[in-house]
């Protein structure tokens, strides 16, 4: 039996919340969906009140607790899923285009675990990074738009190499340090090249002159080619060591 005020009215029954839906302890309608969903929509069943969908996506958190009628005797408690989509909990390391999107990306991750996307509920003001989403509400201060891989200030550059959130850009002088460096070391490489092809170059052409000098002096002294051989010799022995043959 109930008691409504003094009177005792009828007999009151304890029934299940049908399929995902759960309720507050000592309430007649079940108003909440269990852990794991969200409510998705609003339901005029004779018990169910919400209708619930999966909160299947990885990076979310589908768990929330509501208390009521705390007293110093103690108080109802429950733990069940979000009100709506728009207040699911993304994880962090994770990101959404929107508080209405059902898709979640991952992001990326430094190797210490840093990560400019720094999840919650809130999804931001939709219209900061282009107009009708943007997801910043879960980025790190000074980042936003997809990922949270855009930088808030001009200043700054997201670096996806190492630190994966947004850095200080290098200053003029560290710019231009840079390519003088490298001119520096490309134009010394160039000169030993140089230099190393010049004296090649001198010591082939030495070579080949003095061989021509050997076949013209062995036809003009064919008889006396002993003399001429032992000549071209000992020159090429005084101007670098090459052999006679």
């Known amino acids: ?124 003001d939709e219209d900061e990074f282009s107009p009708g989403y943007t997801g910043s509400g879960y980025c790190k201060k000074g980042h936003t738009g997809p990922l949270c891989q855009v930088c808030a200030t001009s200043d700054l550059y997201f670096d996806t190499l190492e630190a994966m959130e947004c850095v200080q850009c290098p200053s003029a002088s560290d710019r231009i340090s840079l390519p003088l460096g490298f001119i520096g070391s490309l134009v010394g490489l160039m000169l030993i090249v140089t230099f190393v092809v010049k004296r090649f170059a001198l010591c082939h052409c030495l070579s080949l002159t003095l061989h021509l000098c050997v076949l013209a002096l062995n036809s003009l002294l064919a008889p006396s080619g002993f003399v001429a051989s032992t000549f071209v010799l000992r020159r090429q022995r005084r101007v670098g060591g090459w052999r006679h043959d």
Not at 38 to 56: L, Q
Not at 58 to 82: F, I, K, Q
């Open 1 to 124: 039996m109930g008691l409504v005020g003094s009177q005792l009215v009828a007999e009151v029954f304890c029934t299940t919340c049908p399929r995902t839906t759960t309720s507050l302890p000592g309430t007649s309608a079940c108003t909440f969906c269990k852990e794991g969903y969200y409510k998705s929509d609003d339901d005029d069943g004779d018990v169910a009140k919400v209708k619930c969908a999966s909160c299947t996506e990885e990076g979310a958190s589908c768990s929330e607790t509501t208390t009521v009628g705390a007293t110093t005797v103690g108080a109802n408690t429950l733990t069940h899923g979000p009100a709506s989509l728009a207040t699911i909990r993304i994880m962090p390391d994770y990101w959404r285009l929107s508080a209405r999107s059902t898709i979640l990306s991952s992001c990326l991750r430094a190797a210490d675990g840093n990560s400019s996307c720094v999840g919650g509920n809130d999804a931001g």
